[in-house]
């Protein structure tokens, strides 16, 4: 049995084989992926179309084995995270330029010191926007 499935089973979700791949999916990115690219996977591509891929990430997401964030291009991408068995909330930061989103560390962003006192966070969505690494490398290079 796949760790997708197992995942799926301890969040009471029937693990077909359509919700396994496409959970191993997200969690082998490791980032925040758009369904786009999802369907560019072959194996994805074959078992199903937009609308299925759509709805299988909305089942995840609502299951808290994936964790769902909103781009500066209003589309939304999914990573591992969200549940306990995945590691939790976190934050994301979105390059500007080559439109990537990569995972920040959980923890990162300490949210629970800017929370009134007593407060609990439920739902915590950071995005940090700027230009990653390689392009800034990539900006600064003559020519």
Known sequence: MSRAAQLLRAAGVRATRKRAQVLDAVLAAGRAVAPAEL?????????????TLYRTLDLLAG????LRTLGPDRA???C????????????HFYCLRCHAM???PQGALAVEQALPPGAAAGHVEIRVDG?????????????
């Open 39 to 51: 369907l560019e996977r072959p194996e994805l591509a074959a078992l199903m179309d937009r609308a």
């Open 76 to 78: 939304f991408r999914y």
């Open 131 to 143: 230009l990653c690494a390689a392009c800034r490398e990539a900006e600064a290079a003559p020519g």
């Open 63 to 66: 299951r808290g084995l994936v």
């Open 102 to 104: 990569r995972c920040l």
């Open 80 to 91: 591992a995270g969200g549940g306990a068995p995945l590691g939790g909330a976190h934050g």
